[in-house]
């Protein structure tokens, strides 16, 4: 099974870029499709972002349309979100995670400790 890792989190004011990585271990990688979610202080973790084996197709939350974008790196075993525009909302501790749809890909469990992203206003 993948293991994940997820870094890049910070402050940032309202308006400001971060770009998150995670790097994932294990040779079955490209095997899945890979997605982000996060989970605000209270709240149900939700989906973001999720982006197929190949990375010719990404599929977004309504709420980060058009200003997050999901990537992979398939030889370095490492998927990314560029978000852009932030806004206090996007406050959260963002994961990453094999997908199936919006949904997290049924059996996994090795979730990583995430990263926190906070967005001042």
């Known amino acids: 099974q993948v293991q994940v890792h997820e870094s890049g989190g910070g402050l940032v004011q309202a308006g400001g870029s971060l770009r998150l990585s995670c790097a994932a271990s294990?040779?079955?990688?490209?095997?899945?499709?890979m997605g982000w979610f996060r989970q605000a202080p209270g709240e149900e973790r939700e989906f973001v972002a999720s982006?197929?084996?190949?990375?010719?197709?990404?599929n977004y939350a309504d709420s980060v349309k058009g200003r997050f974008a999901i990537a992979r790196d398939n030889a370095k075993n490492t998927l990314y979100l560029q978000m852009n525009s932030l806004k206090p909302e996007d406050t959260a501790v963002y994961y990453c995670?094999?997908?199936?749809?919006?949904?997290?890909?049924?059996?996994?469990?090795?979730w990583g400790q995430g990263t926190q992203v906070t967005v001042s206003s």
């Open positions: 995670a094999p997908t199936t749809g919006t949904r997290v890909r049924g059996g996994f469990e090795s």
């Open positions: 294990g040779r079955t990688f490209t095997n899945y499709a």
């Open positions: 982006i197929n084996w190949s990375g010719s197709r990404t």
